[in-house]
């Protein structure tokens, strides 16, 4: 969310930040909130002003009595009693435009920043750095289930039975390696000083609304019925929340922290739950990073927390590259955010594997995350990238490491893990 004050100062600015981002229908919001912002600011000095002439009345009166003029007294007790009805009027007013304001600043979109490429959507994300050779054997790669099947690691079949479309039981060495690579995950962040977390895996809405747009929100989220909790589509919003409405120490800064949960997203929208195999599914595992810092370092931590994908993926010896993401493929909260793909043999192409956002202060000025310095208190930056996202990752590895015959070999990284076998199948 921007702030009112950039907003009113910078209309246009922030009217040519939305057509960068393809969103023209939301221009007219803009005007909205200014109109609004002027009418509660106007609101707001009637009610100080109000309250100012109470309390230099109030004094008065008691002069007055203390004199003995008793008419004059009642005169100005009548004149209270009128500022007081109207006051009540004004400061009942006062809370509807705060909500309304709010409401309409959620819609608008960050500001992105200058070297993020203009774009209507992903097909227009530019390719930065590829990382390591792509191979493609001379054999043909089989798809990831059929991988996956013939080491009796995936059963869907019985996950529908149970559960319905888009959710799986992955067993045996497939569970195995899958949990071996969340474990080296943990440890690989760990080692660059994160400090390791399990987070809470239901939300309220008001943590939600701090971390997300609502279209965001009602193509992921699944809501408990009858309580204001949702599960976790990804563990930064717990990671994020933890800091709501705390001040917190600018010694301590930057925090910096790695979140393992499942994650649960309903998958709403063109791409559909896959039917056979397991890249677009309700439930998956991640390894995440989260990172609040001051407003001068969010850019350097942006380029670290990708770079510890790209580095976590090359030690598995699965070759990445990562992509800018367009103005157009931009969630309304981020700043700048670029995707780390990995080479896919079989299909010859790069798929996701990895995203890496940093979201100015609008998550913290929504959740009310702020620090206080020698320069005063001020909102901190927040940043989020996915270390391992399960099983897209699996699918990576898997396609990466295996074999002819259908065996998977175990890169070295991994066999700390999976009780030193290099190989499984």
Known sequence: MLDIKFLRENP???????????????????????ALDAESRKVKQEADDLRANKNKISKEIGGLMAQGKKEEAEAKKAEVAAQSKRLAELEAKEPEFQEKITNIMMKIPNIIDPSVPIGKDDSENKE?????????????????????????????????????????????????????????ARDFMINKGFTYCIPPFMIRSSVVNGVMSFAEMEAMMYKIEGEDLFLIGTSEHSMIGKFKGQIVNEASLPITMTSYSPCFRKEVGSHGIEERGVYRVHQFEKQEMVVLCKPEESMDWYNKMWSYTVEFFRSLDIPVRT????????????????DVEAWSPRQKKYFEVGSCSTLGDAQARRLGIRTKGEKGTYFVHTLNNTVLATPRGL???????????????????????????????
């Open 323 to 338: 992509l800018e993401c367009c103005s157009g493929d931009l969630a309304d909260l981020k700043v700048k955010s670029c």
């Open 395 to 425: 699918i990576a590895f898997l396609e990466n490491n295996v074999n002819e015959d259908g065996t998977v070999n175990i890169p070295e990284a991994l066999r700390p893990y999976m009780g030193g076998v290099d190989k499984i199948g």
């Open 12 to 34: 246009d600015v922030v009217k040519e930040n939305i057509k960068k981002k393809f969103q023209d229908e939301k221009l007219p919001l803009v005007d909205e909130v200014i």
């Open 128 to 184: 930065i750095t590829r990382y390591g050779e792509p191979r493609v054997p001379d054999f043909e790669v089989p798809y990831h289930a059929d991988i996956l099947e013939r080491i009796n690691g995936l059963d869907k079949d019985s996950a529908g039975r149970t559960s319905g479309n888009g959710f799986y039981y992955l067993m045996g060495d497939a569970a195995r390696i899958h949990s071996a690579m969340i474990s080296y």
